[in-house]
């Protein structure tokens, strides 16, 4: 893995926090004031916000997928993760630990091409 790798899955992890959180938050919140008072005015915002976090969160899985050469199955798991209330969160706590990797690969690899020199 490389540094590109490494910043793919941070950018990953950066927005699938907000888009875990998105759902629950903003359109069941919505949701549950447009029922009980008159407010239906925040409906369409709210969707239209978290429709965007999800198009952001889907294109930078596609880099992710690109860059990490990652299988489909784990690209599967974090496309359902991101469908999930909260998934995002859990999804967050893997990518973690794959970003940690891609960046300990990648100083290892800088290092040893440093050493050779």
């Known amino acids: 893995m490389d540094i590109k790798t490494a910043t793919a899955l941070h ?31 925040l409906m369409m915002p709210l969707g239209i916000l978290h429709g965007v976090l999800f198009v952001i969160y889907a294109v930078l899985l596609l880099d992710v997928w690109n860059k990490a050469k990652w299988p489909f199955k784990r690209v599967a798991l974090f496309f359902v993760l991101a469908l999930l209330p909260f998934g995002g969160l859990y999804g967050d706590k893997i990518l973690k630990r794959y970003e940690a990797d891609a960046v300990l690969a990648s100083r290892a690899r800088r290092e040893s091409v440093v050493e050779a020199s």
């Open 11 to 41: 950018r990953l992890r950066l927005i699938s926090v907000p888009e875990g959180l998105s759902f629950p938050a903003l359109l069941i919140f919505g949701s549950l004031l447009s029922r009980v008072s008159d407010i239906d005015f």
